[in-house]
């Protein structure tokens, strides 16, 4: 029984797949990836760059979009007595995830398809994005939002102030505590799916995966929508719960506002620390 004991020792790691699977045979031969090299932290010259600017509208018009839609659906629901006769919580949850999907697919290769401040924070903790464009960023989402709230509001007056505006509110039986960690864990859940629906390292070896990101990203918002909209109405997105919150303007609106800031910030940090760190270990990466 010559060398059983370093068979047992080395186990199946002592012989080669025969037929490699998935990104393995992609990647046979090929040569070790690289790690892009990371955005700087300020970068003035993009502010004399046409394409900064144009991202930045890009993001102002898809989250625009993202709001006017996804507010009229929660309106709509809201009016109707009986919810068999609306779209209901799974409607709510197919419009922003559906909406969510078809913008990142139709802004991801000009801005990178953010729409929300805490994805745009992640990646900049990430350094995937200078502050520069960081700050820029949230600022066109947060316009946008705001004006889409307001063309809402503009359509249908009365219905939006009896209806509560699609704004974002603690519901009856929750606490802070509650509202807080449902938005934490979804917005974690969110930007989770973004780092990997996005990771350049997939991208580098399985082809597919650029085109298909805008899928699990807006499959993952719809998710956490049926899973937390008994709770918050969920926000996971500080821009779309400002803008309700603003155009609605009434105590209600702003009482937990800030639950829908620290929570998507925290989640998008915890997702970002988890992603980078744990997974990728790109800290302890020999250079």
């Known amino acids: 029984m010559e060398g059983r004991e370093e068979d047992v020792r080395v186990g199946a790691s002592r012989y080669e797949e025969r037929q490699p699977i998935g990104t393995a045979a992609q990647g046979q031969g ?3 990836y690289r790690e892009p090299p990371s955005a700087p932290f300020f970068e003035p010259r993009e502010l004399s760059s046409w394409s900064f600017y144009r991202a930045g509208v890009a993001e102002f018009v898809a989250t625009f979009f993202f709001l006017y839609i ?7 629901v809201a009016k109707s007595n009986n919810k068999c006769s609306t779209v209901g919580f799974q409607g709510i949850a197919w419009a922003f995830g559906g909406m969510i999907f078809a913008l990142v697919y139709c802004t991801a290769g000009i801005s990178g398809g953010h729409i929300n401040p805490a994805v745009t924070f992640g990646l900049f903790l990430a350094r995937k994005l200078s502050l520069t464009r960081a700050i820029f ?8 939002a705001i004006c889409g709230a307001a063309v809402v509001k503009g359509l249908q007056p009365h219905q ?7 704004a974002n509110t603690l519901s009856i039986g929750y606490t802070k505590g509650d509202g807080l960690g449902a938005e ?14 996005t990771d350049a390292k997939r991208n580098a070896r399985d ?5 298909l990101a805008p899928l699990p990203i ?6 956490v929508h049926l899973a937390t909209i008994p709770i918050t109405g969920t ?8 803008g309700a919150a603003l155009i609605f303007n009434k105590d209600q609106a702003w009482d937990d506002q800030w639950i829908f800031w620290v929570g998507p910030l925290v989640g998008a940090a915890l997702a970002a620390v988890y992603h980078q760190v744990v997974i990728r270990a790109i800290p302890f990466t020999s250079k």
Do not use: W
């Open 218 to 223: 807006g499959f993952a918002v719809f998710l």
């Open 137 to 144: 960023y949230v600022i066109m989402q947060c316009l946008g």
């Open 30 to 32: 090929a040569k070790d």
């Open 160 to 166: 939006y102030e009896r209806l509560g505006g699609g």
């Open 207 to 211: 082809s597919h995966v650029p085109i």
């Open 235 to 242: 926000g996971i997105n500080p821009a779309r719960s400002l």
């Open 70 to 76: 996804t507010v009229l659906t929660v309106i709509g």
């Open 184 to 197: 934490i864990v979804g917005t974690f859940v969110l930007v989770y799916t973004v780092f990997f629906a």
